[in-house]
T-cell receptor, first 114, second 114 residues
Framework: GAGVSQSPSNKVTEKGKDVELRCDPI?????LYWYRQSLGQGLEFLIY????????KSGLPSDRFSAERTGGSVSTLTIQRTQQEDSAVYLC????????????FGSGTQLSVL | AQSVSQHNHHVILSEAASLELGCNYS??????LFWYVQYPGQHLQLLLK??????LVKGIKGFEAEFIKSKFSFNLRKPSVQWSDTAEYFC????????????FGGGTRLMVKP
């Protein structure tokens, strides 16, 4: 597609439920990033993929968070047993290169945990 | 771990005023530096970047930023702002010890009054 696409754009869930957030990067982009933006906070790095592998998982806040990428394209971020502090905007970005030369961001998924 | 500070959280200016947004980072080694901008209702997008060479970097829409290594700073400037510059601005840093992770500051919301 023309840009990075994320779905759903909004997700409201109950505490304790699992959620899946999807990211479709720009076609041909090998690098894919997940960030989280909480109210009034900057962007918090979660995980980075190069192809289908994740050389840097250092930002995942707990073992309730996991992510995968298949076919060097679509990525899914899964949050198990959601907590209220998980409420945030989850942003996906992709880039052509191995490094953060230039990231193209999606519009994000607004997650609200009640 | 790298940290990025943007000390101005909210800035309000009148059109034609000059702008300077501060950005300081903590890592003392080799860094790559970025400014991203998010206009209302739009995705985050790259404004300018510094990898090496001339420490004064020119970006889109008349923005520039100066890398001052001794001050660990990468401040964003524009001589004369326009109403259309109303947006949120994020400074970001990638250092050689952090792989491809891009660490963002907390952002600065700029409002330009017409």
């Amino acid at each position: 597609g023309a840009g990075v696409s994320q779905s759903p754009s909004n997700k409201v869930t109950e505490k304790g439920k699992d959620v899946e957030l999807r990211c479709d990067p720009i076609s041909g982009h090998t690098a894919l990033y997940w960030y989280r933006q909480s109210l009034g906070q900057g962007l918090e790095f979660l995980i980075y993929f190069q192809g289908n592998s994740a050389p840097d998982k250092s930002g995942l806040p707990s073992d309730r968070f996991s992510a995968e990428r298949t076919g060097g394209s679509v990525s899914t971020l899964t949050i198990q047993r959601t907590q209220q502090e998980d409420s945030a905007v989850y942003l996906c970005a992709s880039s052509e290169d191995r490094g953060p030369e230039k990231l193209f961001f999606g519009s994000g998924t607004q997650l609200s945990v009640l | 771990a790298q940290s990025v500070s943007q000390h101005n959280h909210h800035v309000i200016l009148s059109e034609a005023a000059s702008l300077e947004l501060g950005c300081n980072y903590s890592y003392g080694g080799t860094v790559n530096l970025f400014w991203y901008v998010q206009y209302p209702g739009q995705h985050l997008q790259l404004l300018l970047k510094y990898f090496s060479g001339d420490p004064l970097v020119k970006g889109i829409k008349g923005f520039e930023a100066e890398f001052i290594k001794s001050k660990f700073s990468f401040n964003l400037r524009k001589p004369s702002v326009q109403w259309s510059d109303t947006a949120e601005y994020f400074c970001a840093v990638n250092d050689n010890n952090a792989g491809n992770m891009l660490t963002f500051g907390g952002g600065t919301r700029l409002m330009v009054k017409p």
